[in-house]
C-alpha cells in the first residue's frame, strides 16, 4: 500500500467531502461498467458523490480483498467498502473492481468492475500500461 492509499482510507474514515475530492486530478473521470452502472463523472463531480455517498453511510473502512496487476501509476483491483446505514438500516459491504491510472499521487481515471470480471479488468490494465 503506497502513501496516497492510506491518505485515501484516512480520509474515508473522516467523512469529509471536500477531502476527498482533492484527492482527484483536475481532469479526472470515472467510467462504470457494471450492469447496473453509476453514470460517468468528473472531479467535479466527486465531492457530490462522497457527500452522496457519506450521508447514507457512516463508520466506513475498505478492505482491499485482492490486486490484480499494477506498476508505478496503473492498478487493477477488488475491494470491499463497509460500514453502518445511518438510518438505522444495518451494516453493508459493497464489492467493486477498480482500475485505478494515479498520477503524482492523484487519482486520474477509474473504471469501475463487477468484482468478478477478472479478465476485463486485465485488459484494461494491458492497454493502460501499454500507453504510458
Not at 3 to 21: I, N, V, Y
Not at 38 to 63: K, M, N, P
Amino acid at each position: 500500500m503506497c502513501s496516497s492509499d492510506l491518505e485515501w482510507c484516512r480520509r474515508l474514515a473522516t467523512g469529509e467531502p471536500d477531502r476527498m475530492a482533492e484527492l482527484y486530478t483536475k481532469d479526472f473521470r470515472r467510467v462504470d461498467h457494471r450492469r447496473l452502472a453509476w453514470e460517468e463523472t468528473g472531479q467535479t463531480d466527486q465531492r457530490r458523490f462522497y457527500e452522496s455517498f457519506f450521508g447514507i453511510g457512516c463508520e466506513l473502512w475498505a478492505r482491499i480483498v485482492e490486486v490484480l496487476a499494477c506498476d508505478d501509476r496503473v492498478i487493477a483491483l477488488s475491494w470491499t467498502v463497509h460500514g453502518r446505514h445511518r438510518d438505522g438500516g444495518g451494516t453493508f459491504e459493497m464489492p467493486i473492481g477498480d482500475l485505478m491510472v494515479i498520477e503524482d499521487g492523484l487519482v486520474h481515471s477509474a473504471d469501475v468492475y463487477d468484482p468478478n470480471d477478472r479478465d476485463v479488468m486485465l485488459g484494461r490494465f494491458a492497454e493502460l500500461v501499454k500507453r504510458a
